[in-house]
């Protein structure tokens, strides 16, 4: 079946430090790819996605690119603040619910 | 549109006891999903809905766990007998499928149940 492996945790930076968390993922076929956040009792909400090969999602200074060849998707930020501190969640969506499958989560944390 | 709303945002119960959630999905979302998150880890899929008829059950479903989505509008999960184990975040989404392609999923707050 469908996996995400993600970089595990947690990370802490200093703010304007560049920031990437690893995502690779196994799926049959080329699944489309997402990054979620969640932030301190809050819900997940959908960061940005790719949804084919060499895609380039982004979203609030985030970017993810789609590489086929490596099956990854890794987030990047050229320069992190303190309000970026969250969980990271890199998912996958596949089977015919199109349901998302989630990496295990990268705690974020940015000092000022 | 005020998106997707869970009630209760908090729950503690005894084992053994049964327990009831609620979601209410974005109102013209048809697909509606079911996840269950333990500490540390990412959601796991459990069900989804699509209008009011459940099309697919996770194996983590088991036989104590039921959803339903009479008319198509909000659904509710309930657990039968809780154990300890069913302790986890439980987080409903939505999202409106009309075509192939790639339908975001709106994701609610969560209900967060302690089983005792």
């Known amino acids: 079946g469908n996996s995400v492996t993600q970089m595990e945790g947690p990370v802490t930076l200093s703010e304007e430090a560049f920031l990437t968390i690893n995502c690779t993922y196994t799926a049959t076929g080329y699944p489309s790819l997402f990054w979620y956040v969640q932030y301190p009792g809050e819900g997940l909400q959908l960061l940005l996605k790719?949804?084919?090969?060499?895609d380039k999602g982004s979203n609030k200074g985030f970017e993810a690119t789609y590489r086929k060849e490596t099956t990854s998707f890794h987030l990047e930020k050229g320069s992190v603040q303190v309000s970026d501190s969250a969980v990271y969640f890199c998912?996958?969506?596949?089977?015919?619910?199109?349901?998302?499958?989630f990496g295990s989560g990268t705690q974020l944390t940015v000092l000022p | 549109d005020t998106g997707v709303s869970q009630d209760p945002r908090h729950k503690i119960t005894k084992r053994g006891q049964n327990v009831t959630f609620r979601c209410d999905p974005i109102s013209e979302h048809n697909r509606l999903y079911w996840y269950r998150q333990t500490l540390g880890q990412g959601p796991e899929f459990l069900t989804y809905?699509?209008?009011?008829?459940?099309?697919?059950k996770s194996r983590l479903l088991s036989d104590r766990f039921s959803a339903e989505r009479p008319k198509g509008s909000f659904s509710t999960l309930e657990i039968q007998r809780t154990e300890q184990g069913d302790s986890a975040m439980y987080l409903c989404?939505?999202?409106?499928?009309?075509?192939?392609?790639?339908?975001?999923?709106?994701f609610g707050p969560g209900t967060r149940l302690t089983v005792t």
């Open positions: 989404a939505s999202s409106l499928a009309q075509a192939a392609g790639v339908h975001e999923q709106y």
């Open positions: 790719a949804t084919k090969a060499d």
């Open positions: 998912a996958s969506v596949s089977g015919s619910a199109r349901q998302l499958t």
């Open positions: 809905f699509q209008n009011e008829a459940q099309l697919e």
